[in-house]
């Protein structure tokens, strides 16, 4: 299996999000220009020669779309140049409402980005500034709007539910909104609290009201409800798409599949190894100017390893894990090597199997962590291995 997808993060944002802990730091020019410099050497020294093929291109961030016209018109001529962008088959930029006008749009297309994926998060102007979002709802129109006039038809639109305050009614109501754009795709996410967040230390000192957990189950439902009846296919757990729209990049993660990762703070995972880089800017872009890497962890992956990411991020989509690709795969049967998890799973009715694939059920999906964690950290694996394989343990 070859590397077919790269991820590239840009770390920078004109504001900080209340709920966000992903690398990210305030944009100031003359920081992203240099930043900019190092990220074009680090890609440079992992991937040499010009015009090389991938089947998809994700940049995310922070907001890539921070950079100025003239940064990103430097960044994505580098780009063009590493790669064969008219033969990726989705590059998929992430944007802001409000954070891109006509110009940047077009420089987008013109280089062959043909996705875009903008985080909404909710349509209600108080919950926007509750959450510390520069937008405001006007700006999500104008934007599809820019967008349309672009020529972009691949849209993912993101939201957040179960946000603090937020009620099941206004949820339905932030939903149908969003969905009367006839978006091609949608993410949709319940809010989660992470360390080092001024939501998380809002939560310390209980200062931070967020719904109950039978509310936050009711606007999942509601989420699937909606999204189905506009003829949007759930296809992973937080994930809605029309026929065709499913993000291929993503679906790299939930197959398990290798991709490069650029950037500070970025993740890699390549044939036998995770890698993740530095975070900090300054060491990111010491380490590039150095040695050509930023790379501050590399984790080798045991078949072990393998394995149960593989039941993790397969069971995340709908469509499940697939015994005969596993087993090409592995060389392992599936039912052999998790006999008792999976038949007790199924039991629970949180597990099925249709079609010739295991997938989580409706009730599944919402105790998706519980499901998972059948499946990780067994003390007997090698064991298990063995009497898949037909050993004598």
């Keep these: 299996m070859q590397v077919q997808s790269v991820y590239i993060h840009i770390p920078f944002c004109k504001q ?11 944009y100031m020019e003359t920081k992203a220009d240099a930043f900019i410099d190092a990220l074009i050497t680090e890609i440079d020294t992992a991937i040499p020669g010009k015009k090389n093929i991938f089947r998809t291109i994700y940049m995310g961030g922070g907001t890539p779309t921070a950079l100025s016209i003239g940064q990103l018109q430097r960044l994505f001529q580098f780009l063009n140049e590493k790669f064969d962008l008219r033969s990726c088959e ?15 749009a077009k420089l987008l297309y013109d280089y062959g980005v043909n996705r875009i994926s903008f985080g909404v998060q909710v ?19 104008t934007t599809v709007d820019i967008l349309t006039q672009a020529a972009f038809t691949n849209i993912s639109l993101d939201l957040i ?53 039978d509310d936050e189950v009711e606007m999942y439902r509601l989420l699937q409800e909606n999204m189905k009846k506009q003829g949007v296919q759930q296809y992973e757990i937080s994930n809605f798409a029309k026929p065709g729209y499913e993000s291929r990049h993503n679906l790299t993660y939930w197959n398990n599949d290798y991709y490069f990762g650029f950037g500070a703070g970025a993740h890699g995972y390549l044939p036998g190894k995770r890698t993740a880089n530095y975070k900090p800017l300054g060491t990111y872009m010491r380490e590039i100017n150095q040695t050509g890497s930023a790379v501050e962890h590399l984790e080798e992956i045991t078949l072990q390893d393998q394995i149960e990411e593989e039941l993790f991020l397969q069971l995340r989509k709908t469509e499940g894990i697939n015994p005969g690709e596993f087993r090409e795969r592995y060389g392992l049967s599936l039912e052999k090597l998790y006999r008792d998890e999976l038949t007790q799973l199924k039991q629970d009715n949180l597990l099925t199997y249709n079609n010739g694939n295991y997938s989580l059920t409706n009730q599944g999906m919402l105790l998706g962590d519980r499901v998972f964690g059948q499946f990780l950290l067994l003390e007997n694996f090698e064991q298990k291995i063995k009497k898949a394989k037909g050993q004598t343990v």
Excluded at 16 to 26: A, P, Q, S, T
Excluded at 127 to 140: P, Q, T
């Design 123 to 141: 349509m209600d102007d108080d919950m926007l500034e509750k959450i510390g979002r520069m937008h405001r709802v006007k700006d999500v129109y």
């Design 90 to 104: 989705e590059f998929t930029i992430e944007i802001n409402p409000g954070d891109i006008d006509i110009e940047k």
């Design 16 to 26: 900080i999000c209340h709920y966000c802990n992903f690398v990210k730091y305030f």
């Design 161 to 213: 539910y179960a946000l603090p305050d937020q009620t099941v009614a206004h949820f339905e109501k932030t939903l149908k909104e969003a969905l009367q754009f006839g978006l091609p795709h949608y993410s949709t996410y319940a809010l989660q609290i992470e360390p080092k967040t001024v939501f998380y230390h809002k939560r310390r000192k209980g200062d931070l009201h967020q719904p109950p957990e």
